[in-house]
């Protein structure tokens, strides 16, 4: 399970058999039938959670499927300009989606990107690799990022999810004070 996520448990009288789940933001929501007992539904709750993990780590690459992503994305939209010499995912990341380190040619993606669309993923490579070059976020860096075609796309998307967590708790506080 990603760090720092919170598992909810939602009940319902109409599912007779079936249990299923899915992240949302930080949260996993296990849905099960009502007429569960308690020892049933934390053997679901921890079948789908092994599940969703097992689905999650297929779907994100390795460091070694990472780097060659990185590598075709620095030859396709950046030339000779930059070669990564090392692309990795980490876990401490809380505030970033990526960073790099020019003078070593390291790149770091946020493991808070795995599950999401390959072409956010991309983008963030993109973001890093220019990085490797062009300091700071110029018109010259801006340049160069807007060279990948879904590159607004994904910065909104990006936005979108660094905006709900606060989007959500401001609605939830405003919920709470209506008379």
Not at 71 to 83: I, P, S
Not at 172 to 177: G, I, K, L, P, Q
């Amino acid at each position: 399970m990603p760090p720092n996520t919170h598992v909810e448990v939602r009940r319902s009288s109409r599912r007779r058999r079936t249990v299923a789940a899915y992240r949302d933001g930080e949260k996993t929501v296990v849905l099960v039938p009502a007429s569960f007992s308690p020892a049933e539904e934390q053997r679901w709750v921890d079948r789908m959670l092994e599940r969703l993990e097992a689905r999650e780590e297929k779907r994100r690459p390795s460091d070694d499927a990472l780097h060659a992503r990185a590598a075709e994305l620095a030859e396709r939209y950046l030339g000779d300009m930059v070669r990564p010499a090392s692309v990795r995912w980490v876990d401490n990341q809380n505030n970033r989606w990526g960073s790099c380190t020019p003078a070593d040619r390291s790149i770091r993606l946020s493991r808070r990107l795995a599950g999401m669309p390959g072409w956010v993923v991309d983008y963030v490579l993109i973001h890093e690799l220019v990085h490797l070059s062009v300091p700071g976020h110029g018109r010259d860096f801006w340049q160069l990022v807007k060279r990948y075609p879904k590159a607004d796309r994904a910065r909104g998307y990006l936005e979108g999810v660094s905006a709900a967590p606060r989007l959500a708790a401001a609605g939830a506080a405003d919920f709470a004070e209506a008379p």
